[in-house]
């Protein structure tokens, strides 16, 4: 209502309506979009920014079609990491006010971040915070990878270098391995979910030892669908052990968190997931000649302590026999724990060897067709156990029906008796004396004359 001073005169005739002054006006509006809309976040361009003495900022955001006045305390940009200007692009979190001297719709600015990398940023936080407090990257639930997996299922794109770099680092350490490439698109729309798809159908299937999932480098928006959640989820519940193989290695995505091994690059997951076939025969190679020198070393010593002892006797000979007897004997027990310990580490270099050629593609694809050809034959002899079966079922059936059909009770000497009008006859009663009636036997049909 307009209100005036005591014993001041009434600027503006009333005529008893109700009249607001400005201020009024502007106080109202004020307060009705303060207290009715709630913090909100809103994207646009900085223009006619302004840094007065008093510490405060005031700017305009527009879009293409639009702008808006806003205010930003000095208690408030204090917080902001960068330097705002003309013609950035920001996030603003802000409250909806009005400035009641000049009566201008205006934002308080709360929050102010730059916008498309500072978004992204504030998007990859808050999914990292969520998955972590699920558990998602804890040490715990993280699978060992196995040491000389069969098969290496690789899910990136067909066409990058990375694919190419994985498979030659393969090839050259690990050639028994056998490397299936699951191609799928790594960035654009979509491409999240064709990778976690490319992970759930590599678990279901189970066919792998084995999954890198990956590709090379780029910017944060390049490797974002790295970042993403489903991509997340369906690594955490992948039952095959993975590495996360995505960029550089200054490159962290959440899909390096989450997966149970993360590879700097995708070449290091390549060396990561593969055994290096020289360095193994080297290892071969270095115990057994570690052995056979710690055994010549034995029995250097053992002869030592045979020839020590043979100089310190000096005994009778009947004495001197029974020492030389007993020397003997350790000789032969000794010659034969040499040649068992030699026995027994030829076996197991033959066993890691026999291991080794295991997991030859040639050999996993002889065992697939015994399998098949076994699983082939049991189907073979189960579908002719069931047509047996049917055939007698359908025989059993047919004797059934034969036996309640009309023809089966006329066989049996039964006839069907019926008036020039084609009606059954069931009862002596439907007939009289001279009446013509046919009866249908089981071969031919009789016409009579009731007498």
């Given at each position: 209502?307009?209100?005036?001073?005591?014993?001041?005169?009434n600027?503006?005739?009333?005529?008893g309506?109700?009249?607001?002054?400005?201020?009024?006006?502007?106080r109202?509006?004020?307060?009705?979009?303060?207290?009715?809309?709630p913090l909100?976040?809103?994207?646009?361009?900085?223009?006619?920014?302004?840094?007065?003495?008093?510490?405060?900022?005031?700017?305009?955001?527009?879009?293409?079609?639009a702008?808006?006045?806003?205010?930003?305390?000095?208690?408030?940009?204090r917080?902001?990491?960068?330097?705002?200007?003309?013609?950035?692009?920001?996030?603003?979190?802000?409250?909806?006010?009005?400035?009641?001297?000049?009566?201008?719709?205006?934002?308080?600015?709360?929050h102010?971040?730059?916008?498309?990398?500072?978004?992204?940023m504030?998007?990859?936080?808050?999914?990292?915070?969520?998955?972590?407090?699920?558990?998602?990257?804890?040490?715990?639930?993280?699978?060992?990878?196995?040491?000389?997996?069969?098969t290496?299922?690789?899910?990136?794109?067909?066409?990058?270098?990375?694919?190419?770099?994985?498979?030659?680092?393969?090839?050259?350490?690990y050639?028994?391995?056998?490397?299936?490439?699951i191609?799928?698109?790594?960035?654009?729309?979509?491409?999240?979910?064709?990778?976690?798809?490319?992970?759930?159908?590599?678990?279901?299937?189970?066919?792998?030892?084995?999954?890198i999932?990956?590709?090379?480098?780029?910017?944060?928006?390049?490797?974002?669908?790295?970042?993403?959640?489903?991509?997340?989820?369906?690594?955490?519940?992948?039952?095959?052990?993975?590495?996360?193989?995505?960029?550089?290695?200054?490159?962290?995505?959440?899909?390096?968190?989450?997966?149970?091994?993360?590879?700097?690059?995708?070449?290091?997951?390549?060396?990561?997931?593969?055994?290096?076939?020289?360095?193994?025969?080297?290892?071969?190679?270095?115990?057994?000649?570690?052995?056979?020198?710690?055994?010549?070393?034995?029995?250097?010593?053992?002869?030592?302590?045979?020839?020590?002892?043979?100089?310190?006797?000096?005994?009778?000979?009947?004495?001197?026999?029974?020492?030389?007897?007993?020397?003997?004997?350790?000789?032969?027990?000794?010659?034969?724990?040499?040649?068992?310990?030699?026995?027994?580490?030829?076996q197991?270099?033959?066993?890691?060897?026999?291991?080794?050629?295991?997991?030859?593609?040639?050999?996993?694809?002889?065992?697939?067709?015994?399998?098949?050809?076994?699983?082939?034959?049991?189907?073979?002899?189960?579908?002719?156990?069931?047509?047996?079966?049917?055939?007698e079922?359908?025989?059993?059936?047919?004797?059934?029906?034969h036996?309640?059909?009309?023809?089966?009770?006329?066989?049996?000497?039964?006839?069907?008796?019926?008036?020039?009008?084609?009606?059954?006859?069931?009862?002596?009663?439907?007939?009289?004396?001279?009446?013509?009636?046919?009866?249908k036997?089981?071969?031919?049909?009789?016409?009579?004359?009731?007498?």
């Amino acid at each position: 209502m307009l209100n005036t001073p005591p014993g001041a005169p009434n600027p503006l005739p009333t005529d008893g309506r109700p009249v607001m002054t400005v201020s009024e006006l502007n106080r109202e509006v004020k307060q009705l979009l303060e207290g009715n809309v709630p913090l909100l976040w809103v994207g646009g361009e900085i223009s006619n920014f302004a840094a007065p003495s008093s510490g405060h900022w005031y700017f305009t955001l527009k879009d293409a079609r639009a702008q808006v006045r806003c205010a930003m305390f000095r208690g408030r940009n204090r917080s902001v990491r960068f330097q705002p200007g003309n013609g950035r692009e920001v996030l603003a979190r802000a409250r909806v006010s009005l400035y009641e001297g000049r009566g201008e719709f205006q934002l308080i600015i709360e929050h102010l971040e730059e916008a498309g990398f500072g978004a992204l940023m504030r998007q990859l936080e808050m999914l990292k915070a969520k998955l972590q407090a699920e558990g998602l990257f804890d040490l715990a639930r993280k699978k060992p990878l196995p040491y000389l997996p069969g098969t290496i299922g690789i899910i990136t794109s067909p066409t990058g270098a990375a694919v190419r770099d994985m498979i030659q680092v393969l090839g050259r350490r690990y050639p028994a391995a056998k490397i299936e490439l699951i191609p799928v698109a790594v960035q654009g729309q979509g491409s999240a979910q064709q990778i976690a798809q490319a992970i759930a159908w590599a678990g279901r299937l189970q066919r792998h030892d084995l999954l890198i999932v990956g590709r090379g480098g780029g910017s944060l928006e390049d490797l974002w669908s790295f970042n993403e959640e489903i991509v997340a989820r369906a690594l955490a519940a992948c039952p095959i052990p993975t590495i996360s193989a995505v960029g550089h290695e200054t490159d962290t995505t959440i899909t390096d968190m989450v997966a149970d091994v993360r590879a700097p690059t995708p070449s290091a997951a390549a060396e990561i997931a593969s055994a290096n076939a020289a360095e193994l025969v080297e290892q071969f190679q270095s115990q057994h000649a570690r052995l056979q020198r710690a055994m010549q070393q034995q029995l250097r010593h053992m002869q030592q302590q045979v020839q020590l002892v043979g100089n310190r006797i000096r005994h009778p000979r009947e004495q001197l026999q029974n020492r030389a007897q007993r020397l003997d004997h350790l000789e032969i027990q000794l010659r034969s724990t040499i040649r068992q310990q030699v026995a027994q580490a030829r076996q197991r270099l033959q066993q890691s060897e026999r291991a080794f050629s295991q997991v030859h593609p040639q050999q996993r694809l002889k065992r697939s067709q015994d399998t098949l050809q076994l699983v082939a034959d049991r189907l073979h002899r189960a579908v002719k156990r069931q047509l047996q079966h049917k055939r007698e079922l359908v025989a059993h059936t047919g004797q059934l029906l034969h036996s309640v059909s009309p023809l089966g009770v006329l066989e049996r000497g039964y006839a069907i008796v019926r008036d020039d009008q084609q009606r059954v006859i069931r009862d002596a009663s439907q007939v009289r004396s001279g009446q013509r009636i046919h009866a249908k036997l089981a071969q031919g049909e009789v016409t009579a004359t009731v007498d």
